[in-house]
C-alpha cells in the first residue's frame, strides 16, 4: 500500500521559534490529514487537504499540500509550550479508507 | 454525539499470558474500526480494520488477534504475550462514507509485558 515519509523525526525549538514538519509520498495522493498528539495522549485530528496546493490555516498552524499532490507540510510559527507532542501526517489508502500514518514528528518546545 | 470507549488505561500482563483489550463506539453505526500499536516514542502501526460485523483485515503478521462481534465492538486479543507485544494500543474509528475519514481515536491501553 500506499506509505509517507515524515521528517525530521525530532525537533527541538526554543519557544517562540517556528517549526516546520514535513510528509512525502513517491505517490499522488487523493489527500492528506494532520494529527496530534500529546505526551501521554491520543492523536487528535487537526485537519485534511484534499487539493492540489491547497493551503488552511488554524491560529499560528499552517498547513500545504502541494501542487502534486505528493507532499504536504505542517508549519508552527511562534511556537509556545502547548505545541508540545508528537505531529503525524496520514495518507488514506485502500479503498476502505484505511488511515495510514507517518512516523511523526516530535516536537520539544524549550521555554 | 459520537464517542469512543476503551478499556483498561494501563495493564501489566505477564509472558504467557492471555490478552483481550475492548472497544466500544457509541453515536454511530457501521463505523469503519481499528487497532493501532505504537511502541515507545514510534509511529502508529496499523494492526487490524474491521469494515463490518465478523470482517477483519489483518495487516502484519503478529501474536495477536482481533474480533468484532457487533457492529461497534473491537475486541483485541492474545493467546499468550510476547515481551514485544508491549506498547500503547489505540483502538479507532472513522465513518463508513466517503469524503469525511477524519479517525477518532480512544484514549488507548498501555500494556507492558513482563
Known amino acids: 500500500g500506499q506509505q509517507v515519509m515524515q521528517i525530521p523525526q525530532y525537533q527541538h525549538v526554543q519557544e517562540g521559534e517556528d517549526f516546520t514538519t514535513y510528509c512525502n509520498s513517491s505517490?499522488?495522493?487523493?489527500?492528506i490529514q494532520w494529527y496530534k498528539q500529546r505526551p501521554g495522549g491520543h492523536p487528535v485530528f487537526l485537519i485534511q487537504?484534499?487539493?492540489?496546493?491547497e493551503v488552511k490555516k488554524q491560529k499560528r498552524l499552517t498547513f500545504q499540500f502541494g501542487e502534486a499532490k505528493k507532499n504536504s507540510s505542517l508549519h508552527i510559527t511562534a511556537t509556545q509550550t502547548t505545541d508540545v507532542g508528537t505531529y503525524f501526517c496520514a495518507i488514506l489508502s485502500g479503498g476502505s479508507y484505511i488511515p495510514t500514518f507517518g512516523r511523526g514528528t516530535s516536537l520539544i518546545v524549550h521555554p | 454525539s459520537q464517542t469512543i470507549h476503551q478499556w483498561p488505561a494501563t495493564l501489566v500482563q505477564p509472558v504467557g499470558s492471555p490478552l483481550s483489550l475492548e472497544c466500544t463506539v457509541e453515536?454511530?453505526?457501521?463505523?469503519?474500526l481499528y487497532w493501532y500499536r505504537q511502541a515507545a516514542g514510534r509511529g502508529l502501526q496499523l494492526l487490524f480494520y474491521s469494515v463490518g460485523i465478523g470482517q477483519i483485515s489483518s495487516e502484519v503478521p503478529q501474536n495477536l488477534s482481533a474480533s468484532r462481534p457487533q457492529d461497534r465492538q473491537f475486541i483485541l486479543s492474545s493467546k499468550k504475550l510476547l515481551l514485544s507485544d508491549s506498547g500503547f494500543y489505540l483502538c479507532?474509528?472513522?465513518?463508513?462514507?466517503?469524503?469525511?475519514?477524519?479517525?477518532?481515536f480512544g484514549q488507548g491501553t498501555r500494556l507492558t509485558v513482563v
Open positions: 479507532a474509528w472513522s465513518p463508513d462514507r466517503a469524503g469525511n475519514t477524519e479517525a477518532f
Open positions: 487537504l484534499v487539493k492540489s496546493g
Open positions: 453515536g454511530t453505526s457501521n463505523p469503519n
Open positions: 505517490t499522488t495522493l487523493s489527500n
